[in-house]
């Protein structure tokens, strides 16, 4: 058997997925061969970098599709350290997102990952979870030993500011903020569309021309860098 479909074979991932209000989060438990406590900007760079099947493989079609978002696990080294997480998307890898925060922990508790005072608590646990944007402070709230809600602050927020976009022949200003990873905020009014299934197509192909259109002539810097954003994740 020749040695790339050997290869081939071994690549195997056990994966859980979970949804928060609809939002897709497709989480690797197992099979991507992030060492037990590797800093998540560490394994990012080696999932870019050397590993980029397991984005592809859970992401794209025919096993994913525009909206899914995947995050590998990263194991504690010790038994009091924190979960680590990268997160993917059919982009790249997004330093931070708030549904895949939620379906991660959500999926730490449903697979006994995280050790509670009980089998069957119930009330709130406090735990952190380390990202490539910084450690997320979590507070679960559960019943019976499930997770009924997840609550996080996420480690950096800030506005940037707002710029001009073209969206075939209609001019917006569009507000730039961060939260772990970069958003740009556009109001609808005027552009015949709304936030309703029906839409959803259009909204996504406008969406795709004003993500061009901004980071064409973005002159705004991102104080951390000094450069400006990228990528943007439009909202």
């Avoid at 497709?26 to 992030?34: D, K």
């Avoid at 997840?150 to 200003?173: H, M, N, R």
């Avoid at 970069?182 to 309703?196: K, P, Q």
């Avoid at 259009?202 to 004003?210: D, F, G, I, T």
Wanted: proline share 6%; with cysteine; hydrophobic share 40%.
């Amino acid at each position: 058997m020749p040695e790339n479909a050997v290869a081939q074979e071994r690549r195997v991932l056990q994966v859980v997925d979970s949804h928060t209000c609809g939002q897709p989060t497709r989480v690797v438990i197992g099979g991507a061969g992030i060492a037990a406590g590797t800093v998540p900007l560490a394994a990012q760079e080696e999932l870019r970098d050397r590993r980029d099947w397991i984005r592809r493989l859970t992401v794209l079609e025919p096993r994913g599709q525009r909206s899914m978002f995947a995050a590998v696990l990263i194991a504690p080294a010790g038994r009091r350290d924190e979960y680590g997480v990268v997160y993917m998307d059919a982009y790249g890898y997004p330093n931070m997102c708030g549904h895949a925060t939620i379906g991660v922990a959500t999926t730490l508790f449903e697979e006994g990952l995280i050790e509670l005072p009980s089998p069957r608590f119930s009330g709130h646990v406090e735990l952190g979870l380390s990202t490539p944007a910084g450690r997320v402070a979590l507070r679960a709230h559960l019943d019976n030993g499930k997770a009924e809600s997840i609550a996080f602050s996420a480690p950096i927020a800030f506005y940037l500011g707002s710029v001009e976009v073209d969206l075939g022949g209609l001019t917006k200003v569009v507000e730039i903020a961060y939260g772990g990873q970069w958003y740009a905020f556009i109001d609808l009014s005027n552009t015949g569309l709304n936030v309703v299934a029906d839409d959803i197509d259009e909204l996504v192909k406008m969406a795709a021309r004003a993500r061009v259109d901004i980071e064409r002539n973005i002159r705004l810097n991102d104080p951390m860098t000094g450069k400006p954003p990228h990528p943007l994740n439009i909202v």
